[in-house]
Structures are given as C-alpha cells and as structure tokens.
C-alpha cells in the first residue's frame, strides 16, 4: 500500500522566492499534518487538518506560510517569499480517526528537504 | 503545558549491547504515549505506544511501560542491532486534543557491528 507521498524530496530556492511543498495522504485517512524538522527546534507542529477543513494553525510560522486542503487526498504547504531561516525538513503526516477516535498513530511522508539559500 | 525530556544522545553502542532511552513528561491530565522511531533518509514511523498507567508497549524486541508514579516512559532494548540505529522520539498525546503530539527532542542511537 503507498504511504504519505511528498514532493518534492529536496528544493533548493533562494531567498525571496516562492516554494510550494505537496503532500498526499494515505487513502481513507482524515487527518493531515504538516511539520517542521530542525535541529534547533526539533520537531514542529504547523498546521493540523481534519476532514480538509484546517483545524489549528497556531504553529504556522508567520503569515509567509500558508497551507491548503482542496480535497482529501491532497495538500499544500507554501512560503511566499521563502528565506534561509525556513531551512528545515518539511513532513507531511496522515492519520485516522480525530477527537476521541485519535489514535496517535502519525504516518509520516519521507518529508522535503527545504534550503533557502 | 504538556512536554517530554528525553535523554539526549548521541548513544553509541556495539551490536547484541543494551540500549535504554530515559523519557520523563509533563502533563496535566491522562496522556497517551509514544515511541516513534525515524530511520535514516526517512520520516518517522510508530514503534510503540501506551494508553495508560502500567501498560507495556512493545514491538520488535523494544518495550516501555508507562510509569505514572515517575511520569516516565523508557524505552528499552536487550540485545540491539546494526538496524536499530536511527533517531528515537518519544511523544504524548494531549487529550481531550489528541491529535497534537508534543515530541521529544530526539535520541541519536548508532550501533556499530
């Protein structure tokens, strides 16, 4: 069965410029996650969806980030302009079930490989 | 809030060796827990999990139970392989908003043949 795909892998940008990350979720799952690797902050949390609809985006960065949902088997981060500090390895985690149903049970793309240069 | 510490690494280890990861948290109500582990080049993946007090989460020779009275979750290993070196993260759910994993800061293991 495929797992969370992302794309692309790796994005070598330069400061000022757009970049668009992209993530589909496991068929059937419900809940989307984006988050953010560094290694001074670890992992992040930046925006949570459920059933496409987003549901905390209190760890969304600053308004430079923006994440969207159409439609259940697809998403977006993007960062509009990007600079060096939002180097990082950008995941994309699925899950099923939320609230009460919550599992725990992330599974995470192989997440993008961001350098803003 | 809720957090989690976990023993910083890196931990070095020779291959059949015993491996133990401390994690200690800090929540307020009931978390459940977690051990997620992240292999090289990869995103992270489930390695175990406990629901409540005094459970035991295992998988693949790994275990840890859930020590309400310590507020601790080690994880543990007997006899460790090449293959188990990776980035390990332990994690709690912050109910009744379970869907927000708050994840330690990650414990570099490298077992060497």
């Known amino acids: 069965d495929a797992g969370v795909i992302q794309s692309p892998r790796h994005e070598v940008t330069e400061m000022g410029q757009e970049v668009t990350l992209r993530c589909k979720p496991i068929?059937?799952?419900?809940?989307l996650f984006w988050y953010r690797q560094t290694m001074m902050r670890g992992l992040e949390l930046l925006i949570y969806?459920?059933?496409?609809?987003?549901?905390?985006d209190s760890g969304m960065p600053e308004d430079r980030f923006s994440a969207k949902m159409p439609n259940a088997s697809f998403s977006t981060l993007k960062i509009q302009p990007s600079e060096p500090r939002d180097s990082a390895v950008y995941f994309c985690?699925?899950?099923?079930?939320?609230?009460?149903?919550?599992?725990?049970?992330?599974?995470f793309g192989e997440g993008s490989r961001l350098t803003v240069l | 809030g809720n957090s989690v510490t976990q023993m910083e690494g890196p931990v070095t280890l020779s291959e059949e060796a015993f491996l133990t990861i401390n994690c200690t948290y800090t929540?307020?109500?009931?978390?459940?827990l977690f051990w997620y582990v992240q292999y090289p080049g990869e995103g992270l993946q489930l390695l175990l999990k406990?629901?409540?007090?005094?459970d035991k989460g295992s998988n693949k020779g790994f275990e840890a139970t859930y020590r309400k009275e310590t507020t601790s979750f080690h994880l543990e290993k007997g006899s460790v392989q090449v293959s188990d070196s990776a980035v390990y993260f332990c994690?709690?759910?912050?109910?009744?908003?379970?869907?927000?994993?708050?994840f330690g800061a990650g414990t570099t293991v490298t077992v060497r043949a």
């Open positions: 406990a629901t409540k007090a005094d």
């Open positions: 068929s059937g799952h419900n809940s």
């Open positions: 969806f459920n059933n496409n609809v987003p549901i905390d």
């Open positions: 929540a307020t109500g009931y978390p459940s």
């Open positions: 994690a709690l759910s912050d109910r009744p908003n379970d869907y927000k994993l708050s």
């Open positions: 985690a699925s899950s099923l079930g939320a609230g009460k149903e919550a599992t725990g049970e992330l599974f």
